[in-house]
């Protein structure tokens, strides 16, 4: 009997060696925990300081604003505000707080946090880019730039400890979609004021044990370069209806990478994707393949500082000589649309007169302007140099606008790149000749795109600043009469697309990659996914490891 016992037993613990170890998708998938590629390091998570789309995947996990972005529907719901008025005028906006509101350490969330969060925003010292979303409210952009210093007098009004009332000088037909975004999440101020002023920037408080938000989840753990982990926070006002338990958000800088790390079960979803994998994905895995139009522009973006693209021809020139149908098929392959214009489609009523493009490529027109510039089939110009940020996608698109220059206009181009932190920062310094760009709308308004143009505006970087587009900017912020509105707006863009600061190429999709068991998670212009309507169902996960596409 025992001679028996000792083979079987051999047996049954060499199959449990050989048993296939667990991925972390299918522990995530067991323990409810979902694991999120998001490219690089978060440059804050500080909602006053972000800069960047993957600065706002981890904010909306550890905030809430008054309200949030439906993602079936992309129409304005009821967030940390359960109701609000709008007066007839659409000058006042009265909100209605949930008594139950609570911070991440069980403080209650009153009208005040959101009082002390604006007047942060708005400190001149503080420095914040973000401080221009609330430039719509009475005399806050005067504060934001100290000719007041009575925040009194800016049009915040606390009538009681559950209702937030805004006094607006002109109407904001976008206000509430706003109002969903960093710039206005509520921030607690005992635990601002322990690590520092209000006006303090890059202090302890955003660090885990340390920070406290009102958002679905906490933070439980910022491992630099690793992974970045919140927890379900038990305080938080609908925390029974939030179904995961916590979310990592992984910086994965490539996306091969990235595509590595999905194929064999290390995350859930992926940032975005190899190009080059697209069509493997379409056609093999349709099952793990999402892709839609998403409401932001990729361009480039020139230096109008530095010579020869002072010069309205060099712009017009470099920008009419590119196949922009070319890079979309050839290059990028997943259904991006060329761009002859700032403003994405998708804009709604922006969209019904002269939705059409506002320049085309035209190579013979192209030489005219070089030449008209002083420089005859490219004789005599400099060597530009074209920057991007670290990516394939990004690589492969300035290969090809590289390759058109030479071939078209006789240019020669460099290519450099930067990791993202670097790049965003030589782009603040404008350190650079030509660069790529991309920017993304969070609301159906055309001033999304059209406002980073404006001469004073944090995320113009290019030295263009042009009196004209300012003032129908301006006109457009201050005309009542909507169709009226977007007639100025469409004036502003001709004008921008007349002196080319910028050349936009094309109009994004969002190919990604995300597995079965990832549900609530909807494709849409505006990329809205709220965390506390997603789950995992273990039943619909697909194959742990893909083969290699």
């Given at each position: 009997m025992n001679r028996l016992l000792l083979p079987l037993l051999a047996l049954a613990l060499a199959f449990t060696g050989c048993k296939k170890r667990e991925t972390p998708?299918?522990?995530?998938?067991?323990?409810?925990?979902?694991?999120?590629?998001?490219?690089?390091?978060?440059?804050?998570?500080?909602?006053?300081?972000?800069?960047?789309?993957?600065?706002g995947k981890?904010?909306?996990?550890?905030?809430?604003?008054?309200?949030?972005?439906?993602?079936t529907t992309l129409q304005p719901i009821p967030a940390t505000a359960s109701s609000w008025e709008i007066s007839p005028d659409g000058l006042t906006y009265t909100f209605h707080l949930r008594p139950e509101a609570k911070?991440?350490?069980?403080?209650?969330?009153?009208?005040?946090d959101f009082l002390y969060a604006?007047?942060?925003?708005?400190?001149?010292?503080?420095?914040?880019?973000?401080?221009?979303?609330?430039?719509?409210v009475h005399n806050a952009q005067a504060y934001n730039l100290g000719k007041i210093t009575d925040f009194s007098q800016v049009g915040y009004e606390v009538p009681d400890a559950h209702t937030f009332r805004l006094h607006l000088d002109y109407p904001v037909p976008y206000l509430l979609y706003l109002m969903s975004g960093d710039?206005?999440?509520?921030?607690?101020?005992?635990?601002?004021?322990?690590?520092?002023?209000?006006?303090?920037?890059?202090?302890?408080?955003?660090?885990?044990?340390?920070?406290?938000?009102?958002?679905?989840?906490?933070?439980?753990?910022?491992?630099?370069?690793?992974?970045?982990e919140v927890v379900k926070n038990p305080y938080y006002w609908d925390a029974a209806q939030v179904r995961l338990n916590a979310i990592r958000f992984f910086p994965i800088g490539s996306q091969d990478s990235e595509e590595r790390a999905f194929r064999s079960g290390q995350?859930?979803?992926?940032?975005?994707?190899?190009?080059?994998?697209?069509?493997?994905?379409?056609?093999?895995?349709?099952e793990f393949f999402q892709n839609g139009p998403i409401l932001v522009s990729y361009f480039y973006q020139f230096n109008v500082d530095r010579k020869p693209f002072d010069k309205v021809e060099v712009r017009r020139a470099l920008a009419l000589a590119i196949d922009r149908e070319s890079i979309v098929k050839e290059v990028m392959r997943g259904g991006q649309v060329p761009a002859y214009r700032l403003t994405p489609p998708g804009m709604?009523?922006?969209?019904?007169?002269?939705?059409?493009?506002?320049?085309?490529?035209?190579?013979?027109?192209?030489?005219?302007?070089?030449?008209?510039a002083g420089y005859p089939d490219g004789k005599g110009f400099p060597k530009v140099e074209l920057l991007y940020n670290t990516s394939e996608g990004h690589r492969r698109i300035a290969e090809a606008i590289q390759q058109m220059w030479k071939k078209n206009l006789g240019i020669d181009v460099t290519l450099y790149n930067q990791e993202a932190k670097v790049y965003y920062e030589t782009l603040q310094k404008k350190d650079y000749q030509v660069a790529r760009m991309g920017w993304g709308g969070g609301y159906f308004d055309p001033t999304a795109f059209l406002d980073i143009m404006r001469g004073d505006a944090e995320n113009n970087h290019t030295g263009w600043a042009n009196p004209r587009y300012d003032g129908l900017m301006e006109q457009a912020k201050r005309t009542a009469d909507a169709r009226?509105?977007?007639?100025?707006?469409?004036?502003?863009?001709?004008l921008l697309m007349d002196e080319m600061p910028l050349m936009p190429i094309y109009f994004y999709t969002k190919p990604l990659l995300v597995r079965p068991e990832v549900q609530g998670w909807r494709p849409n212009l505006l990329e809205a996914h709220s965390y506390k309507t997603l789950w995992l169902d273990p039943a619909k996960a697909g194959q742990a490891r893909l083969e290699k596409q």
């Open positions: 998708v299918e522990k995530g998938d067991r323990e409810g925990v979902l694991l999120l590629g998001n490219a690089s390091e978060p440059s804050s998570i500080d909602p006053h300081m972000t800069q960047w789309d993957m600065d981890i904010t909306a996990a550890l905030f809430e604003g008054l309200t949030d972005v439906d993602s911070w991440s350490n069980g403080d209650p969330l009153t009208a005040y604006a007047r942060r925003i708005l400190s001149p010292n503080l420095g914040s880019e973000a401080a221009r979303h609330h430039f719509m710039p206005w999440y509520p921030i607690h101020q005992k635990t601002i004021e322990k690590f520092g002023a209000i006006d303090q920037r890059d202090t302890a408080w955003t660090l885990p044990g340390n920070l406290v938000g009102n958002g679905a989840f906490t933070l439980k753990k910022w491992k630099v370069n690793d992974v970045i995350i859930h979803v992926t940032f975005s994707m190899p190009l080059s994998k697209i069509d493997g994905y379409r056609a093999h895995h349709p709604g009523a922006y969209d019904v007169d002269d939705s059409g493009p506002m320049f085309s490529a035209d190579l013979a027109e192209a030489k005219r302007l070089l030449a008209a009226a509105r977007l007639v100025l707006l469409k004036q502003a863009e001709h």
